[in-house]
């Protein structure tokens, strides 16, 4: 019965930090994706910027898997406004859409970046806009003009100006390990390590504006969680008691974390209340309950449990009661989280002897297998429902894969050496 905390606890131990970025390959797309032309952003007067925004723009996109972006060896001509477009050169190219703009240095590391989004078949914009930034800043600014690109093409908001948080390991020199909690764009550039040590970090968290991650580290020889400012550097323990300290999960509101707790004597779940520091227990039973996660409303919680025997995914009140088991299909159901829409939970299932991230409907209870791996866990929902992202083995290595909700586009995202693992994909920024 304890087997379900030894592998939550356990599981990191071998692992250590390496900075490097994710390199992410796309490993199946939609059939049918929309055709789309990134052309190479023109720059008046002398110098170019260090960042090919167009670049950055064209491989968000791809990376979707929604989109089929169109070479640059096989554009016939690259336009930087719609006063330069022969739309008929680009039907002849069964391209859709079109993405045009310039970038113009207004000073001292500085520019203006101008795009439109066309419609090639009608011939007329679809948006455009005008974006003042800096150097610094310029990766940033293509990623927004994907997200403006995304939204006005599928209706829903794109999710490029993200980050995602990880774990990530390699084994030195001298035989030891380092772990460390990183964080890094979506699309595996900029990474950043916010914590380093030599004892396993796992659980990471990010709060609801985005500024902190919570996250459980075994300093000391003893579990505790604590919640990390991501850009002050600020460290803060929240809770060290006897026993385990794991798996805090923050309320959409960002004024409580849910934890799993066995200061009691047994694993169970209980709030923690970051202003007053007081502590509510919510599930009380003889079995292992862990793994908390909230609804996007805020009233409910989920969580791991083997009170029926083996793990499966259980429902509760914010504020206690009597649970309700959600998963009734395969035998190990665990490590849920809400959809942003509060639609569908993600969860790791095992099915045919291999452990799978799946989705199920909570209105109908329907369940869909949507990877194919091994080993799979740790899903995560990007802010737009559109992507899970987990963590995977690629033989004996560990790696990030993201998979569509619909289970068509699949994407890996590895370091160049070492391990990573245990992702949570961040809010949308505030």
Not at 327 to 336: D, M, P, Q
Request: hydrophobic residues 35%; glycine residues 10%; aromatic residues 8%.
């Amino acid at each position: 019965m304890k087997k379900i905390v030894l592998m939550l606890l356990v599981f990191l131990a071998c692992h250590s930090v390496v900075k490097a970025e994710l390199t992410i390959e796309i490993t199946e797309g939609v059939e049918g994706a929309l055709p789309i032309a990134v052309v190479p952003f023109g720059m008046p007067g002398r110098g170019q910027p260090a960042v090919d925004l167009a670049e950055v723009i064209n491989a968000d996109l791809q990376r979707s898997g929604r989109f089929k972006t169109i070479p640059r060896a096989d554009m016939l001509s690259r336009p930087t406004s719609d006063r330069e477009v022969e739309f008929k050169d680009w039907r002849a190219l069964g391209v859709e859409n079109l993405v045009v703009g310039q970038v113009e240095s207004t000073g001292a590391g500085t520019y203006q970046v101008q795009f439109q989004l066309l419609d090639v078949y009608r011939g007329q914009q679809l948006t455009g806009y005008s974006i003042p930034t800096t150097a610094s800043n310029l990766r940033s600014t293509a990623h927004r003009i994907a997200d403006i690109i995304y939204e006005n093409l599928l209706g829903i908001p794109g999710a490029f100006s993200t980050r995602v948080a990880y774990i990530t390991s390699t084994r030195l020199a001298d035989g030891k390990s380092r772990i460390g909690l990183n964080v890094a764009d979506a699309d595996g550039h900029n990474p950043e390590t916010i914590v380093n040590s030599s004892e396993p970090l796992m659980s990471p968290a990010w709060s609801p504006d985005g500024m902190k991650i919570a996250y459980v580290s075994f300093e000391g020889g003893q579990s505790a969680v604590y919640v990390q400012g991501v850009y002050t550097g600020k460290r803060q323990k929240v809770t060290s008691f006897k026993g385990i300290n794991g798996a805090p999960a923050w309320s959409p509101d960002g004024r409580k974390l849910a934890l799993t707790l066995s200061k009691g004597g047994n694993p169970d779940i209980y709030i923690f209340d970051m202003r007053s520091r007081k502590l509510q227990q919510i599930t009380r039973h003889y079995s292992i309950d862990t793994e908390p996660a909230w609804s996007p409303d805020g009233k409910s919680l989920v969580f791991t449990s083997d009170r029926g025997g083996k793990p499966q995914i259980y429902r509760v009140s914010a504020f206690g009661g009597k649970a309700q088991r959600v998963t009734f299909e395969n035998s190990y159901n665990a490590r849920a989280s809400f959809s942003p829409d509060g639609k569908l939970l993600t969860f790791v299932t095992q099915d045919e002897g291999n452990y799978r991230i799946a989705v199920q409907d909570l209105k109908t209870g329907v369940m869909q297998v949507l990877s194919q791996g091994r080993l799979d866990e740790s899903p995560s929902f990007a802010p737009n429902g559109s992507m899970i992202i987990y963590g995977a083995k690629a033989g004996r290595r560990g790696v990030l894969a993201a998979v569509s909700t619909d289970g068509r586009v699949r994407q890996r995202l590895a370091l160049q050496e070492g391990d990573v693992r245990e992702p949570d994909w961040s809010p949308f920024k505030k």
